[in-house]
């Protein structure tokens, strides 16, 4: 990037403030629904985001409202960053009638359409075509709309990653494919996955398909947020997909309750002193864009909030069993 280029790509303080906001929450909701999972108050499976809270910021706050974007099945930090409500998640969750799918989809299904948010997804690389129909769609309607897909590196290997990129390349569609290279797909960790040409860098897979590519620190907020700004930009002006591979690492198991086996020793130990929010608040307070002070009150008041929208779960009251046959179909239209 030209000296010209860097400069414009200088992040305002008042978005940096933000930045660091939107991953203390993330890290904040997900602690506190460990620890409530593990007392038993919280059904289902649970996959915590910790650690890579650097990329769904970075990338969501290069969004607009208008955009969309696809998740996974480690989708908490992925609604958050886009905007969405935490006392709805804790009650989706919990598997309350007031979550955003009135406790019928749990963690691992988490949507908001309204917002753009295509819904988190339990199958690898399920979100990556819903994605490509958004594009599509915001093509066709002649919009300047952008669509994003989250996936792990193990979507790499899934025929609906290839055929979506493949149609996206040919139809030059606004797609914006993030690999969130948390170095384990599950519990086998990348060279058993990929052959070791692609090792060092993951974005190859799209190479064929001559889509622009780039393979960034996903640890570095800033970093990713500036290229996913770009990539943004990129796609409103027609210039097609972007894949972009963000490197990073998963500290927690690969669901709630996973004994952590395959991880070589000091390996966690190692990666955690690159922890987004370890690193970050340190260089802000060092630059003077926030004070020590103004920290610990941010945190305070996260920390109220997941309270509160713990509070906010437990409160709320279970669906009706009738519920269960609502929602099975979309609504026709005429001749339905």
Same mark, same amino acid.
């Given at each position: 990037?030209?000296?010209?280029?860097?400069?414009k790509?200088?992040?305002?303080?008042?978005?940096?403030?933000?930045?660091? *906001?939107?991953?203390?929450?993330?890290? /904040?909701f997900?602690?506190?629904?460990?620890?409530?999972?593990?007392?038993? /108050?919280?059904p289902?499976?649970?996959? %915590?985001?910790?650690?890579?809270?650097?990329?769904?910021?970075?990338v969501?706050?290069?969004?607009?409202?208008?955009?969309?974007l696809?998740? @996974?099945?480690?989708?908490?930090?992925?609604?958050?960053?886009?905007?969405?409500?935490?006392?709805?998640?804790? =009650?989706? %969750?919990?598997?309350?009638?007031?979550?955003?799918?009135?406790?019928?989809?749990?963690?691992?299904?988490?949507?908001d359409?309204?917002?753009?948010? %295509?819904?988190?997804?339990?199958?690898?690389?399920?979100? !990556?075509?819903?994605a490509t129909?958004?594009? %599509?769609?915001?093509?066709?309607?002649?919009?300047?709309?952008?669509?994003?897909?989250?996936?792990?590196?193990g979507?790499?290997?899934?025929?609906?990653?290839?055929?979506?990129?493949?149609?996206?390349?040919?139809?030059?569609?606004?797609?914006?494919?993030?690999?969130?290279?948390?170095?384990?797909?599950?519990? @086998?960790?990348?060279?058993?996955?990929?052959?070791?040409?692609?090792?060092?860098?993951?974005? !190859?897979y799209? /190479?064929?398909?001559?889509v622009?590519?780039?393979?960034?620190?996903?640890?570095?907020?800033?970093?990713?947020?500036? $290229?996913?700004?770009? +990539?943004?930009?990129? =796609?409103?002006?027609?210039?097609?997909?972007?894949?972009?591979?963000?490197? +990073?690492?998963?500290?927690?198991g690969?669901?709630?309750?996973?004994?952590?086996?395959?991880?070589?020793?000091?390996?966690? #130990?190692?990666?955690?002193? *690159?922890?987004?929010?370890?690193?970050?608040?340190?260089?802000?307070? #060092?630059?003077?864009?926030?004070?020590?002070?103004?920290?610990?009150?941010?945190?305070e008041?996260?920390? $109220?909030?997941?309270? /509160?929208? !713990?509070?906010?779960?437990?409160?709320?009251?279970l669906? #009706?069993?009738?519920q269960?046959?609502?929602?099975?179909? +979309?609504?026709?239209?005429?001749?339905?």
């Amino acid at each position: 990037m030209s000296p010209a280029d860097e400069a414009k790509r200088e992040i305002p303080a008042d978005e940096r403030i933000e930045m660091l *906001r939107t991953m203390r929450r993330i890290r /904040e909701f997900e602690s506190v629904v460990q620890n409530k999972f593990a007392d038993a /108050e919280i059904p289902g499976f649970l996959h %915590l985001y910790i650690g890579q809270e650097a990329i769904a910021t970075g990338v969501c706050h290069a969004l607009e409202e208008k955009d969309y974007l696809t998740s @996974t099945h480690r989708g908490h930090g992925h609604c958050i960053a886009r905007g969405l409500d935490t006392d709805r998640m804790a =009650a989706e %969750l919990y598997g309350k009638e007031t979550g955003y799918c009135n406790g019928k989809g749990g963690s691992m299904h988490i949507a908001d359409v309204e917002a753009g948010m %295509l819904g988190a997804n339990g199958i690898v690389a399920g979100g !990556i075509p819903i994605a490509t129909g958004a594009a %599509l769609s915001a093509k066709m309607r002649d919009t300047d709309e952008v669509a994003v897909s989250f996936f792990g590196d193990g979507a790499l290997s899934e025929g609906a990653f290839h055929e979506s990129f493949n149609q996206a390349a040919i139809w030059e569609l606004p797609l914006i494919g993030v690999i969130e290279n948390n170095q384990y797909g599950e519990m @086998t960790g990348l060279d058993e996955q990929h052959p070791p040409s692609t090792l060092d860098d993951l974005t !190859i897979y799209g /190479e064929p398909y001559g889509v622009h590519r780039e393979r960034i620190d996903g640890m570095d907020v800033e970093e990713v947020y500036r $290229t996913a700004m770009e +990539a943004v930009e990129r =796609a409103r002006n027609g210039g097609g997909p972007t894949l972009i591979e963000c490197v +990073a690492y998963r500290f927690e198991g690969h669901h709630e309750g996973d004994s952590q086996f395959y991880r070589p020793e000091g390996e966690l #130990d190692e990666w955690k002193q *690159r922890d987004p929010l370890l690193t970050y608040p340190e260089k802000l307070v #060092d630059e003077g864009v926030i004070t020590e002070a103004e920290y610990v009150d941010m945190e305070e008041g996260i920390e $109220t909030e997941i309270q /509160e929208a !713990i509070e906010f779960a437990r409160e709320s009251p279970l669906p #009706d069993p009738e519920q269960a046959y609502e929602g099975l179909y +979309a609504e026709g239209g005429e001749g339905a």
